[in-house]
């Protein structure tokens, strides 16, 4: 049943080409479509393209072949046009450059010129996995201005958090309470050579697309918080999260490559349908009984985020289609 409200419903799905899509993006991008579609919603397609090196020639258009293949579909997007356009970060930088100018010149960022072993080695608090070692501050006096007086020394804009806990509720998660500050430290937003880090760049991206729902893998949620500092800063109203769980391997492990061969593309080659692969994620998720082979869109008929397992899916090789 659509309200008035869900139909102002904006999701978005925002691969980064950086590799073929594999069996847990295909997961997560199946969830963030039926919540949006299931509601009536509009969902956007973004290519996050701005880690340049990882950036792999033909992956973007790859990442819309697997996601159509998978039967989704957007209305918005690099190949399909709309009004939030372009639908590429490459082609977006000068709105983030704008926002890093802004925080700037509110002394939300200082230079810092702290390398990667700098930082570990000060740092003693145990650290998240994945997510490196908390900032110790050290440069953390430095005013944005301080940037001139540095040479050729090389930096990055580091924000500025603030040491309060801050409460917010995850769709998939439930209520969560974090000090920002405390447990993941002041965070990178961009370098000296005007390029800007994925964090300030989602949220200026989402922002500007009127997303009104963010629903990707739980390996961000602590990018949650950063985000929602952001957000905070800017002034913005932040979308509601949902962070589900992740594929694994049989070693409890992100899905990747040492667990073998789960590219989108070679289980296409195989001769696997999209049917047979949706039949199996849904199974995995709890929305139907069996690994019947079944469309994205028949899934739609009954969808309901509470209904999603909180458990994260293992997922062994060779597996029974
Ligand atoms: N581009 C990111 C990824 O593919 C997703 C970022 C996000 O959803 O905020 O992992
Ligand atoms: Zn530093």
């Not at 989704?72 to 704008?98: C, F, K, M």
């Not at 953390?140 to 500025?160: C, H, I, K, M």
């Not at 050579?193 to 994925?198: I, L, M």
Request: net charge neutral; proline share 6%; with cysteine.
């Amino acid at each position: 049943m659509n309200d008035v409200s869900s139909v102002k419903v904006v999701g978005r799905l925002a691969p980064s080409p950086t590799g073929v899509q594999h069996v847990g993006n295909a997961r997560t991008y199946l969830l963030a479509w039926l919540s949006i579609r299931s509601r009536g919603g509009r969902l956007i397609l973004r290519i996050e393209d701005i880690d340049s090196p990882r950036v792999k020639a033909g992956a973007a258009q790859q990442a819309i072949d697997d996601l159509r293949w998978l039967g989704l579909d957007w209305d918005e997007g690099p190949d399909v046009g709309g009004s939030h356009a372009p639908y590429v970060q490459t082609e977006r930088i000068e709105s983030y450059r704008e926002a890093l100018l802004r925080l700037q010149r509110t002394e939300r960022v200082y230079p810092c010129t702290c390398t990667r072993s700098d930082i570990e080695a000060a740092a003693s608090a145990p650290h998240i996995e994945h997510e490196g070692a908390i900032y110790p501050g050290t440069c953390e006096n430095r005013s944005a201005l301080d940037a001139v007086t540095l040479g050729d020394r090389p930096f990055a804009w580091r924000f500025r958090t603030t040491d309060r806990d801050v409460e917010f509720d995850d769709r998939m998660v439930g209520p969560q309470r974090t000090n920002v500050r405390r447990d993941l430290g002041d965070f990178v937003v961009g370098k000296m050579d005007g390029s800007v880090a994925y964090q300030l760049a989602v949220v200026c991206d989402d922002h500007a697309m009127g997303v009104t729902e963010v629903l990707r893998g739980d390996d961000l949620l602590p990018s949650k918080f950063r985000q929602l500092e952001l957000y905070s800063t800017f002034g913005w109203t932040p979308p509601a999260f949902a962070h589900v769980p992740l594929v694994v391997g049989p070693d409890g492990r992100r899905l990747a490559k040492r667990h073998g061969d789960t590219r989108l593309a070679t289980l296409r080659q195989q001769g696997v349908s999209a049917e047979q692969l949706i039949g199996l994620l849904a199974w995995s998720c709890g929305l139907r009984p069996t690994r019947e082979p079944v469309t994205a869109r028949e899934l739609l008929v009954d969808f309901d985020l509470c209904r999603v397992s909180r458990e994260r899916f293992v997922f062994t090789e060779p597996h029974p289609w």
